[in-house]
């Protein structure tokens, strides 16, 4: 069935395509979720992400995982964060990535440690901060994507 071109613009328009704040942050929030939380265990009903689940798979898996954190680095690079917060947000993948190594243990630790979880946080207080048009009250979020 075809779309008219009203219907094909408005879902575009919901599509966080920009390099506009609000549009990096529903980006990012959206990575974040299915990096640390896009599946619930049943049973315990914890939620775990790409990153707890490719980092299964040794040595390429930790590396693969560590890219897309670092992508979240880049995005931030490129809102203007200060040289500190992109260094934090490094060191919490280099941690992630370096215990995750580790077999077994670091895959607990990946079930605890949500790298990205704590990088978006970094990310949210600089955008809520410097850009406060782009907060978002949080049960809002699940209702857009």
């Known amino acids: 069935m075809p779309h008219s071109q009203e219907q ?23 990575m974040e979720t299915v990096l640390e939380r896009a599946f619930t265990i049943p049973g315990i009903n914890r939620g775990v992400g790409l990153d707890s689940i490719v980092g299964l798979i040794p040595v390429v898996g930790d590396i693969i995982t560590a890219s897309m954190g670092a992508w979240l680095v880049w995005e931030a690079r490129n809102l203007g964060m200060s040289k500190f917060q992109l260094a934090r947000m490094a060191g919490n993948i280099g941690i992630d990535t370096a215990v995750g190594a580790i077999p077994l243990v670091g895959d607990l630790f990946d079930f605890a440690f949500r790298s990205n979880t704590r990088n978006l946080r970094i990310i949210k207080r600089y955008l809520d901060k410097h850009h406060p048009s782009t907060r978002i009250v949080e049960g809002e979020v699940a209702g857009r994507l």
């Open 8 to 30: 094909i613009d408005r879902i575009a328009a919901q599509l966080p395509i920009g390099r506009d704040p609000a549009s990096v942050r529903r980006r990012l929030e959206a």
